[in-house]
């Protein structure tokens, strides 16, 4: 059975920085892709960032463009999301996700097929 078990949220003054981490188990990391998704309050869960499995290729969601960097460590099966210059409109609960299919990436909610329980991140202005 797959768990992903986000970690590193919190309150955060805005222009501030936060990193994610994911721990994933049950799975072989280093053959997945993952994702960053977040959802705020009465809004749809996006995309935030996915990484290929190798790190090869990396993906952002327009929102955090220039802002966010994710990146993994196979060794550790973790994988982190770097938020810099946060701004309220970023307070959201942020997911950790693991692709559907070894050796596949997508950038839809559908591609990933485990997902984990969610950290609150909140920007204060």
């Known amino acids: 059975q797959v768990q992903l078990v986000e970690s590193g949220g919190g309150l955060v003054l805005a222009g501030g920085s936060l990193r994610l981490s994911c721990v994933a188990s049950?799975?072989?990391?280093?053959?997945?892709?993952m994702g960053w998704f977040r959802q705020a309050p009465g809004k749809e869960r996006e995309l935030v960032a996915a990484?290929?499995?190798?790190?090869?290729?990396?993906y952002y969601g327009d929102s955090v463009k220039g802002r966010g960097t994710i990146s993994r460590d196979n060794a550790k099966n973790t994988v982190y999301l770097q938020m810099n210059t946060l701004r309220p409109e970023d307070t959201a609960i942020y997911y950790c996700?693991?692709?559907?299919?070894?050796?596949?990436?997508?950038?839809?909610?559908?591609?990933?097929?485990?997902w984990g329980q969610g950290t609150q991140v909140t920007v204060s202005s």
């Open positions: 996700a693991a692709g559907k299919a070894r050796l596949r990436i997508g950038l839809r909610q559908d591609d990933f097929g485990s």
């Open positions: 049950g799975l072989t990391f280093s053959s997945y892709a």
């Open positions: 990484i290929t499995w190798s790190g090869g290729n990396r």
